[in-house]
């Protein structure tokens, strides 16, 4: 599985017509694509954890990046209803738990999302059950990592880096943090792999934008650029070891995230289509920052491609997305441009798909099924999507009829974090930069 934090076929297909995307041509054209639909809340750690469970957020328990504020849900007592398009995605997306005067208070008990709060098994939990190995890379809410037979490289969300308004990273690995990786030594293996944002070659942000223009940009545009960093990090972190991993480990179910592409669609959409909302946006901002979205799809693609050329004839990809994008005007975040929108991808290639094949009717919760089903793994009857069975070559889909068990076993325990070197850290940070009292 290779997981594209808000990619959009609106974006992909353009760019593949005029060469712009090998791999993602290649994959259209070999495999079987649709839409795949997202749901609300649009919070990706919520869409990533029903993507691997199977089963709605309220069975798995994950809502947002935060719970508590009066709630269990992140965007608890933020912004009143309504007050952003789709919802409260504009306080999820910048890590809000609840703001200054907006209902926190210091007896209020706020803490960040972590596996172990997760309710229901996820494949990494499953897989093993029936004897597959499972290797896991980046996904979201996989801190601590849970034992499997395999490996997990958690990606750890709850961390803030205060650069600007402290939003929240997508993931990265955070020094001295314990139960980053499944097993504890895994992280010796990959901790030398991890990019920091002062690291990235010079030759690969040059591809974004001329680092030596940006001086000349507002305050806000500055601040985009600098989270375009750090993400750009973080998934170049993600891509190597998963590139090293893959190769060293080898395991019947691989999964890779990247959150890269939806934090430049956020950030940098106007400047990529500064019509699309009238947004007052000047040539010369647009010169610096208009391919920065279109940039990192092709980075995205080249990773892509990284992974197909490792593929054997007995390999299945499936490539998705928990949501897409469309234009957004907030006139009191100007930092901000582009909005979830439901229509994610799926694109299912290699053996098992149907070449050429249009999948309709696709939504996170049938993700699972149809992977268990490629893989010949029982389904339980309580996941609550159904197999993909237009994505799948009609002989192979009769010669693999789905299976199907009353339920898993529960997942077992993730290591407890330890609250007074966690948590308080985390609420520290928040409360320095102001979301908490």
């Given amino acids: 599985m290779f997981g594209i934090d808000g990619a959009d076929w609106q974006v992909i297909e353009p760019l593949v017509r005029v060469g712009k995307l090998p791999a993602f041509k290649r994959v259209m054209a070999g495999g079987a694509t649709g839409i795949l639909r997202s749901m609300e809340p649009s919070a990706s750690p919520a869409l990533w954890t029903t993507i691997a469970t199977?089963?709605?957020?309220?069975?798995?328990?994950?809502?947002?990046?935060?719970?508590?504020?009066?709630?269990?849900?992140?965007?608890?007592?933020?912004?009143?209803?309504?007050?952003?398009?789709?919802?409260?995605?504009?306080?999820?997306e910048t890590g809000g738990a609840t703001g200054p005067g907006q209902g926190g208070s210091p007896s209020t008990t706020v803490r960040p999302v972590t596996s172990t709060m997760r309710r229901a098994p996820a494949f990494w939990n499953i897989l093993p059950q029936y004897g597959r190995k499972v290797g896991v890379v980046g996904w979201l809410v996989?801190?601590?990592?849970?034992?499997?037979?395999?490996?997990?490289?958690?990606?750890?969300?709850?961390?803030?880096?205060?650069?600007s308004t402290g939003r929240p990273l997508k993931g990265t690995i955070v020094s001295g943090i314990p139960h980053q990786t499944f097993p504890e030594g895994l992280i010796d293996e990959v901790e030398p792999l991890k990019?920091?944002?002062d690291g990235l070659d010079q030759a690969l942000l040059d591809r974004f934008y001329d680092p030596a223009r940006v001086a000349r940009l507002s305050v806000d545009d500055r601040e985009c650029v600098e989270g375009f960093r750090w993400s750009l990090a973080c998934d170049e972190t993600y891509r190597?070891?998963?590139?090293?991993?893959?190769?060293a480990h080898p395991v019947d179910l691989f999964a890779v995230y990247f959150g890269g592409v939806d934090v430049a669609s956020h950030r940098f959409w106007k400047f990529a289509w500064p019509h699309a909302l009238d947004y007052r946006v000047g040539a010369e901002e647009t010169a610096i920052l208009g391919r920065v979205i279109e940039e990192y799809y092709a980075w995205v693609d080249a990773a892509l491609g990284e992974y197909l050329e490792r593929l054997r004839p007995e390999d299945t990809l499936v490539v998705l997305s928990d949501h897409g994008f469309k234009p957004v005007l907030f006139p009191d975040k100007p930092t901000t441009s582009g909005h979830h929108r439901p229509e994610g991808i799926i694109a299912i290639y290699g053996r098992a798909a149907r070449p050429g094949g249009t999948i309709d009717g696709a939504g996170l919760l049938d993700v699972l099924p149809t992977i268990l089903a490629i893989m010949d793994v029982p389904i339980a009857i309580d996941l609550e999507g159904h197999v993909l069975k237009d994505a799948l070559e009609p002989r192979f889909a009769l010669a693999h009829a789905a299976r199907f068990v009353d339920r898993y076993q529960d997942a077992g325990a993730a290591p407890d974090p330890d609250a007074s070197s966690v948590d308080d850290n985390v609420l520290q940070r928040l409360r320095s930069l102001g979301y908490i009292n």
Avoid: C, M
């Avoid at 801190?143 to 880096?161: H, I």
């Avoid at 190597?240 to 991993?245: A, V």
């Fill in 195 to 197: 990019v920091k944002p």
């Fill in 142 to 163: 996989t801190w601590p990592a849970e034992p499997t037979d395999g490996f997990v490289v958690s990606s750890y969300l709850p961390y803030l880096y205060q650069w």
């Fill in 54 to 92: 199977g089963v709605n957020p309220e069975r798995h328990g994950i809502h947002g990046f935060v719970v508590g504020a009066g709630g269990d849900r992140e965007d608890a007592g933020a912004h009143p209803a309504g007050s952003h398009p789709a919802g409260t995605h504009g306080a999820r």
């Fill in 240 to 247: 190597r070891i998963g590139l090293k991993l893959f190769d």
